[in-house]
């Protein structure tokens, strides 16, 4: 309840109205959650909520963008905690076995045209 009226808040205190979205503040919310708990694709998430997937993503997006803003969630700190320590790159060269050309096999035998 408690992200659902920051959203609500930040409903209010929009600058620029602009089209209306096609779901509403409850299923905004739902779809983020979704697409965070479940890591469902914004494809699948379309399909469910019946929108398109630029749309989820835009949605997604906005949703991430005030619930940050609000100081009710943050999700840098969560990504901070499951930073990288190191990598390790296998960048070993392996030789490619290639075919012999076969002159025989690569070149067409031409026919003479018989008059």
């Given at each position: 309840h408690e992200l659902l009226e920051v959203l609500k808040a930040g409903e209010l205190t929009k600058k620029k109205s602009g089209r209306p979205s096609p779901l509403s503040l409850e299923d905004q919310l739902l779809l983020t959650l979704g697409y965070?708990?479940?890591?469902?694709t914004l494809f699948h998430l379309g399909l469910s909520?019946?929108?398109h997937e630029s749309t989820a993503?835009?949605?997604v997006k906005?949703?991430?963008?005030?619930l940050e803003g609000s100081g009710v969630l943050s999700l840098a700190q969560t990504a901070s905690r499951e930073c990288v320590r190191g990598v390790l790159l296998d960048a070993s060269e392996v030789p490619?076995?290639?075919p012999q050309k076969n002159?025989?096999?690569t070149t067409v035998e031409r026919s003479t045209p018989t008059p």
């Open positions: 965070w708990r479940e890591y469902r909520y019946q929108v993503q835009r949605i906005r949703v991430e963008t005030r490619i076995e290639r002159k025989r096999l």
